[in-house]
């Protein structure tokens, strides 16, 4: 016998049908749970900017301490602020901790430049900072939705939202005030810190980093391949920058930044939403949430 063409359409739409039951059963079952979102992302990296540029000392900045405290409780974490002062301004970094097992540490920075020093036409104007402090920290809190127990009962995982990265070579002030206050308080050595910054770009392009961790680099990017972003993580060295992981990394500890460098809007009043993607934020986040849950990794192998 032989099938009629509308037979035929209607098996296969049966067919179709029942592998998306299965596909579907399957993404059920996976104990990794939610998948990262990078819509729910770029939700965060909005309320960022809507509090406006969120330089350290200002009321933005403390507001938007206050916000990234609060999904992360809400998130199930256990969070405490970390603060002092520095010339005279309050500094305020927030570390969300869950999890038993050796110290996995992933950071970024919520405040943002207080002045455009690289911008062509007006300089004197903060920074809105949708991609620089913004995007880093929307990953970040959408990744503490998502981290599952298949992550926490392994390890001890850390988020870590630094203040006053991006005041640096103004006022006589260093970059990175808030992280390297983070990392001198630190009480058990990381297993491995990962940094990301300025990941947002819709132009997005993220190459290896001169001062990080090749290994890690190398594991990062691998699982990046495999997840089909190769066109957006390229395994190749571009810029060397001076970021949060520099006092993890001056302390021996295997770390690694995240960053897509290469971004004409940086440090400029141009770096405003219309710049930014949740797409962007997707790749970062499921390359992240697939570190995580993968296989336990030797992030420094002469130790092992
Ligand atoms: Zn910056």
Not at 110 to 135: C, Y
Not at 170 to 193: C, K, Q, T
Request: glycine residues 8%; negative net charge; proline residues 5%.
């Amino acid at each position: 016998m032989r099938r009629s063409p509308i037979q035929l359409t209607i098996w296969r739409g049966l067919a179709a049908s029942l592998v998306l039951v299965f596909v579907l059963l399957a993404v059920g079952c996976d104990d990794g749970g939610a998948a990262f979102s990078g819509r729910q992302a770029m939700n965060h990296l909005r309320t960022q900017v809507g509090f406006g540029p969120r330089p350290v000392g200002s009321e933005a900045n403390r507001r938007t301490s206050d916000y990234i405290a609060q999904v992360l409780e809400r998130n199930g974490w256990q969070v405490e602020f970390q603060e002092f002062t520095q010339g005279g301004l309050p500094i305020r970094n927030v570390i969300a901790t869950k999890g038993t097992g050796p110290l996995i540490l992933l950071g970024t920075h919520f405040d943002t430049r207080p002045v455009a020093d690289r911008d062509p036409v007006d300089r004197s104007q903060p920074i809105l900072g949708a991609n620089d402090g913004a995007s880093g920290t929307a990953v970040l809190l959408e990744l503490s939705r998502v981290i599952s127990p298949k992550v926490t009962d392994r390890y001890q995982i850390m988020l870590a939202f630094f203040d006053a990265e991006d005041r640096g070579n103004l006022n006589d002030w260093p970059f990175s005030v808030g992280a390297e206050y983070m990392a001198a308080h630190l009480e058990i050595a990381p297993r491995m810190v990962i940094v990301v910054d300025m990941v947002g770009d819709a132009q997005q392009e993220i190459y290896y980093e001169w001062n990080s961790s090749l290994v890690l680099m190398e594991h990062i990017w691998h699982i990046a391949d495999t997840l089909g972003y190769s066109q957006w993580f390229i395994p190749r060295y571009n810029h060397a920058v001076i970021d949060d992981h520099i006092p993890f990394v001056r302390r021996g500890y295997p770390s690694v930044l995240i960053i897509d460098f290469d971004y004409t809007y940086w440090h400029t009043t141009q770096d405003t939403l219309e710049r930014v993607s949740a797409d962007s934020l997707q790749r970062v986040g499921i390359v992240l949430q697939t570190l995580l849950e993968g296989e336990p990794f030797a992030s420094n192998p002469a130790a092992q």
